[in-house]
DNA sequence: GCCAGGCTAGGACGAATGTCCTAGTGTGCC
DNA sequence: GGCACACTAGGACATTCGTCCTAGCCTGGC
């Protein structure tokens, strides 16, 4: 792996683990094993690291979506492939939240150029569940239900975050589980109705 | 409002409009307009004022759920003024954020001794939106659903910030007011049932 | 064998940070 | 009137920040 690729990955997990403004040029640095000079040459400035950073996370995501995708055939289970990130993330969670919210919340507050690049990575969740909805027969309530299933991750984590909870985490995804079975329940019983 | 309030009320906005890491001494001073001599007079370090911050929104806190429970008999109705802060306060969530959730994270991430503090005010609406489900007749399940109304306002939080969709805030807070009725009545025929 | 250029190291720079000190001002009590 | 003390202002301190510069290494092509 390249000294480029080895400080974005560095920087990716330092800036989830300790925010961005509080990550220093040094930490990055010092997390690869080079020193700030070498760092210079590869990133000019801080924002440049940010972006590739959130750049990585978009492909990152593009790919796991993808295998997902690729994983099921049926919509229902990508849909709790998803839900199951809360579950299989959960220590990470508890310890630093959910990457794609803590740091878009951070750069919010910093009201930072960068936020909206970061809100790409909802973006893609948002856009990958609404497709998973429209394939099992919703069309204009599947982007609503998307969001729904994110706010159900982003609460599941702002929580867990704050409470040190595991019992919490299987619970909720208990009742989400519940809730897409009980949904589509109703929605192809409407849809017979027709 | 004595020098000491002056402070705790402007680093209280400014640690929730730009963090508390990001937030000096000095925008501090400045916002309220003393001289940052005349600051380390009243707090020694910035975790003092931290501390201060937390008692404060404790305090308020305090204050906003006994005014709650005495502004409504029903505790449906108390649930529901809970459900309603993320429309009153949506500007500044769409801006900044929930206020706690996002000073937890940020607490956790810099691995700060006032993060449990800092929860407290977590487990404020926690205990009082148990004590309202426990009203409602629910037992053990109480402080379940206390999470997950709490969960539901932290998603609602992060996707509104993220997105800055009002819109989007409105069809969750129907969403889980329904949920809430559906929950009671069929807590209340069972209970009827026994 | 040598030379060009991608890459690295280490330090310098001003600005900003949290912290601390000291001199001074005002007001209330005797 | 004078003294004590709560309070304020302004700057000094070392450290760290992001940024930048320059000197050297090391490898590939001729």
Redesign the pocket.
């Known amino acids: 792996m390249?000294?480029?690729e080895q400080i974005v990955d560095a920087a990716n997990r330092l800036f989830y683990q300790q925010g961005f403004?509080?990550?220093?040029?040094?930490?990055i640095?010092e997390a690869v094993?080079?020193?700030?000079?070498?760092?210079?040459?590869?990133?000019?400035?801080?924002?440049?690291?940010l972006q590739a950073v959130i750049e990585a996370r978009l492909a990152s995501t593009r790919k796991m979506l993808v295998e997902w995708a690729d994983g099921s055939a049926d919509p229902l289970d990508r849909v709790r492939r998803f839900v199951e990130i809360v579950i299989t993330n959960r220590g990470d969670i508890e310890s630093y939240g959910c990457p794609v919210g803590t740091l878009t919340n951070e750069l919010a507050k910093l009201d930072h150029p960068s936020r909206a690049h970061a809100v790409g990575v909802f973006e893609l969740f948002r856009t990958w569940l609404r497709e998973q909805f429209e394939d099992l027969g919703f069309d204009a309530e599947a982007d609503d239900l998307a969001m729904h299933v994110l706010a159900f991750s982003q609460g599941i984590a702002a929580l867990s975050n704050a409470f040190h909870d595991s019992d919490f985490v299987y619970r909720e995804v208990a009742r989400i589980n519940t809730w897409l079975t009980e949904r589509l329940a109703s929605h192809t019983s409407a849809d017979g109705a027709r």
């Not at 403004?21 to 930490?27: C, G, K, N, R, Y």
């Not at 094993?33 to 924002?47: A, E, L, V």
């Open positions: 390249g000294t480029r403004e509080p990550t220093s040029f040094a930490a640095a094993g080079i020193s700030r000079g070498n760092f210079y040459y590869h990133f000019k400035t801080k924002d440049e690291i």
